[in-house]
């Protein structure tokens, strides 16, 4: 899906709002993804925001199972319509409230882009299938040697003693 900036500027409100039902081919599953945004415009500035939510398939990274993941997210983004940064400006200091995506002069911003890149950043780093799963049993097992480590017998000498 597509924002046309001219299309934006010319409503009677400089807002839009998008209901959208798609499945995203890089993400791999085949889902929907359920988005719904309001783009607004204001001066050089344009807003986007809403909600995204959609289930993905995750392979757990303990047993290797693949599972369902269910990611709801919010959307605050902000587009700038020309340059952030002029041709003689060097050095810019981000501070808060200026992560702001400058288009450059483009006239139409790519929600599905923008929606991908936003799930891609929500996917947690760990994928478990569950918060107790145990992993393969292999490599249970290896941590069941390890606890039993003749090594540490010392310490469970000491541990009964007091």
Known sequence: ????????????????????????????????????LTVTSKGDTIFINGTVETTLQLECDRCLKVFDYNLKLDIDETFLKGHLIGENTREFEIKNGNFIEDLGGSIEIDLNDLIYQSIIINV???????????????????????????????????????
């Open 124 to 162: 947690p780093n760990k994928k478990l299938c569950d918060i107790n799963c145990e992993g393969l049993e292999e490599s249970a097992q290896y941590v069941k040697e390890k606890a039993e480590d003749p090594r540490l017998q010392i310490f469970k000498d000491l541990k009964d003693k007091l």
């Open 1 to 36: 899906m597509i924002v046309n900036i001219e299309e934006l500027e010319s409503s009677t409100e400089k807002e839009l709002e998008y209901k959208i039902e798609e499945i995203i081919p890089e993400l791999e599953n085949n889902t929907p993804v359920k988005a719904n």
